[in-house]
């Protein structure tokens, strides 16, 4: 059975360049651009794994990272970071504050992407 991704990510680009890496890989991924929309898309989407951007418009990224983790459906689904900060501060904020799973940095190279991707679901699997 293939691991189904969800990408919250506002830049219908890179959205699509996500999606189209990572089904090269095996994995059934699903975007959504609208943040406001995310947490219900989760919900019905059921992933395996979430690639989350935080800077989007209308609701900040962590808020809604905040609210997946209250929600025990998905208090231990597997929660990447994907965003364009790129300073370790935001990074060790990112693991280790707000204890996410992983933290993408854009621009991003597709093997990375991949690489971070199943790392995600080693440590799942630990």
């Known amino acids: ?3 189904k991704i969800l990408v919250i990510e506002d830049d219908m680009d890179i959205a ?3 999606k189209l890496v990572l089904e090269t890989e095996a ?3 699903e975007s ?4 406001l929309a995310a947490i219900d898309t989760a919900k019905s989407y059921k992933p395996d794994a979430i690639l989350l ?6 609701i900040d990224g962590w ?3 905040k609210q997946l983790r209250k929600d025990k459906e998905f208090d231990r689904v597997p929660i990447a970071i994907l965003t364009a900060k790129s300073e370790e501060f935001d990074a060790m904020v990112g693991l280790h504050v707000m ?3 992983g933290y993408i940095t854009k621009p991003f190279g597709k093997q990375e992407l991949i690489d971070k991707i199943n790392e995600l679901f080693k440590k799942e699997e630990e």
């Open 27 to 29: 994995y059934t991924v």
């Open 32 to 35: 959504i651009l609208d943040p």
């Open 16 to 18: 699509e360049l996500v």
């Open 99 to 101: 204890n996410a799973d």
């Open 63 to 65: 808020e809604i990272f």
């Open 53 to 58: 951007d935080l800077s989007m418009p209308k």
């Open 1 to 3: 059975m293939k691991r």
